[in-house]
């Protein structure tokens, strides 16, 4: 573990946990790398309950942060009426959390994206007065209108690219599917902005697609979840925005150089939920590729790289791979390396050695299979295949019940009844409600770390 950060942005630390023995013959290497970040403060300046807000940027300074807000605000929100009223309610919590000198702006979402705040193509700049004349403008928000999400996310683009600051993140809320626009506008507007800004994506009650909540947070790097009864939305865009607040470095980047010869079979987030990044390398020198791990405060990643070398004979040892943490230079200047570790390969007749599994490769090959055998019962079950659906989600109960994974074993016992955690054994319920089933679906890549 090596640590090259300087003062001004947080400390980074790399650790690579792996069996680094393979027998004879032997050439696939798991390591799992676990990216610490700490100094970034988790407030990010955020006042405490209580406490009058105080400015964190100086006159004249431009703040670090950006952020905009997209509320839905098609005809589906006045269903109960209650669902616009506490939307406008949870966007003024967010706004109420920014800190002092936060650039931001308000979008209405339909079929079209309008500014509502504070218009004119620009972004505000968070003290007493916008915050206040933000939360006015808000009172003047009603529900009309189709979702072309697509639209929504290149306005906030847009809006966000004026701000000349690091961190430029959005929230965006909506209670149905994307009808009015076709899934490849959406797909377009995702691959647009992926890398531009980083967002938070949140489903209200139960009229809206999983699939499509979950793709706009995993394509902008944020987080996805489920608001079954609108009366929690408050508190959720408060988290939301308090989390945004504590991120102090964008754009960090984990570095996968390897020698010639070694292929990457692939690279992915395993903690604190499962994330495929294999697909997502950009090229950065020979035998060297970027991955993407967005935006960063105090906190702690884990990702599982997995490489195939050449064969070679006992008593040998090789470098695998190097993994490092890359904070891009403005204006294009020579990256900084925040830190970095090695991936090693050692051959040898040791049996004992080289059939022991890593623990932590263990978990977290067992946490990717629960996350996905979750979405192929979920989808087994849809489809009418009940036989398919109780073999996978039995055992799903039976990888979160081994790894004590506790909050998605609670998930799972909503939709099957189950007979033995230990062996999955299980039987489909009758009847599921659909926020039971939408909250397992939205939540099947959490996980959890490794048990010390």
Known sequence: MANFSKSNVPQFSVDVYQNAYLPEGGREVNAIVTVTSTGGGTTGGVPLAGASPTPTTLPGHSPNAAVVIMVDCSGSMDYPPTKMRNARDATAAAIETLRDGVAFAIVAGTHVAKEVYPGDGRLAVADARTRAAAKEALRRLGAGGGTAIGTWLRLADRLLASADVPIRHGILLTDGRNEHEAPEDLRAALES????????????????????????????????????????????????????????????????????????????????????????????????????????????????????????????????????????????????????????????????????????????????????????????????????????????????????????????????????????????????????????????????????
């Open 193 to 452: 902005c992926a890398g531009r800004f980083t967002c938070d994506a949140r489903g209200v009650g139960t009229d809206w697609e999983v699939k499509e909540v979950t793709a706009i947070a995993s394509a902008l790097l944020g987080t996805a979840d489920i608001v079954a009864d609108p009366a929690g939305l408050a508190a959720d865009f408060t988290r939301m925005m308090e989390n945004a607040m504590g991120k102090e470095v964008a754009d960090v980047a984990l570095r996968l150089w390897t020698p010639v010869g070694v292929e990457i079979v692939f690279v992915k987030q395993v903690a604190p939920t499962v994330e495929e990044l294999t697909g997502r390398r950009t090229e950065s020198g020979p035998r060297a590729g970027d991955y993407p791990t967005g935006s960063w405060g105090d906190e702690s990643r884990d990702y599982h790289v997995c490489v195939r070398v050449p064969e070679a004979g006992i008593g040998q040892e090789m470098l695998a791979a190097r993994v490092s943490l890359i904070l891009p230079a403005p204006g294009g200047g020579a990256p900084e390396v925040l830190s970095q570790g090695l991936v090693r390969a050692v051959w040898t007749d040791d049996m004992a050695a080289s059939t022991s599994i890593n623990p932590q490769v263990a978990h977290y090959t067992g946490q990717a299979e629960l996350a996905q055998v979750i979405q192929q019962g979920l989808d087994a079950r849809k489809s009418g295949d009940f036989d398919g659906a109780t073999a996978k989600l039995g055992r799903a109960v039976q990888l979160a019940a081994s790894s004590g994974n506790a909050d998605t074993a609670k998930l799972l016992s909503k939709v099957v009844d189950v007979v033995d955690a230990a062996t999955g054994t299980v039987r489909l319920k009758a009847k599921v409600a659909d926020a039971d089933e939408m909250t397992l679906e939205t939540r099947s890549t959490k996980t959890v770390r490794v048990k010390k």
